[in-house]
């Protein structure tokens, strides 16, 4: 299975530094996405930190399950999942300790969206509102849950989304790494099909995409030209945040 991505950042229009970070390894097979948030640069390095630490622990951990091109059976996929849960957890605590000892960085946090392609599955990994879309036979599909106040609201029915669209917690996160020394982690498997993308995005990107289609029509020009538009295209409707595009395209 031939696997290639694409990866971008920018600071947007209106924002002065570029707390997102990204990571891409075609080799090892990992995507993430980070959005920091903190005062005096804190959430720049809360996304590297968080970042470099999932990186280190996938890239430790992969060995211990075998050849990595082999179907997962139930033991393994849960070894998988066990594996990117545990460098989440692990970049939650790095980020936390920081934070514990530069007053300057307290509640410093990110978002992570991670993927992990192995054994024809992609392996996920969230915390935050950063976003994962799958994108096949012309279709986007979010994969991800926000973990954000008006995302619990909406889905316990409490406010509609066309409330939500100009509700006042519109950038409450409910979960994020590194705030506390222990974050839930949303994680899943899905089957990969050659012809596949996968959107890896902050929400500087997702949040000014309006509509499911709109990101399958980007997504489809492929590799650099698609993440240029992506950024591009956030800049021209705002670029109020820092924005974030990584594409995975399986062969």
């Known amino acids: 299975m031939r696997i290639e991505s694409f990866g971008r950042t920018d600071v947007g229009r209106?924002?002065?530094a570029n707390e997102d970070a990204f990571f891409r390894d075609d080799e090892l097979r990992l995507y993430i996405v980070a959005d920091g948030?903190?005062?005096?640069?804190?959430g720049e390095v809360a996304s590297a930190e968080a970042v470099e630490t999932i990186y280190g622990?996938?890239?430790r951990g992969?060995?211990?399950i075998g050849d990595p091109d082999e179907p997962l059976t139930q033991p393994k996929a849960r070894a998988v999942l066990r594996i990117l849960e545990g460098a989440i957890q692990a970049a939650t605590y790095m980020v936390f300790a920081i934070a514990e000892l530069d007053r300057d960085k307290s509640g410093m946090g990110t978002t992570i969206s991670a993927a992990l392609i192995v054994g024809g599955a992609l392996v996920t990994g969230q915390v935050g509102d950063s976003r994962i879309y799958q994108l096949r036979n012309g279709t986007a599909v979010q994969m991800t849950e926000d973990h954000t106040l008006?995302?619990?609201?909406?889905?316990n029915g409490l406010i509609s989304p066309d409330e939500a669209k100009s509700s006042p917690h519109r950038n409450v996160i409910t979960r994020a790494v590194g705030n506390r020394d222990y974050v839930e982690v949303d994680t899943s498997i899905v089957a990969v099909e050659a012809g596949d993308r996968y959107l890896l995005c902050s929400d500087g990107l997702h949040g000014?995409?309006?509509?499911?289609?709109?990101?399958?029509?980007?997504?489809s020009k492929g590799g650099d030209?698609?993440?240029?538009?992506f950024i591009e295209?956030?800049?021209r409707r705002g670029g109020r945040d820092n924005i974030t595009a990584v594409l995975v395209e399986v062969g």
Do not use: C, F
Request: glycine share 4%; aromatic share 4%; no cysteine.
């Open 14 to 16: 209106h924002r002065r």
């Open 37 to 42: 948030m903190g005062g005096h640069a804190a």
């Open 57 to 59: 622990m996938v890239k």
């Open 62 to 64: 992969l060995p211990a």
């Open 150 to 155: 008006i995302a619990w609201q909406i889905k």
């Open 208 to 219: 000014y995409l309006h509509a499911e289609e709109e990101i399958a029509s980007i997504a």
């Open 225 to 229: 030209t698609a993440v240029d538009l």
């Open 233 to 235: 295209l956030a800049n």
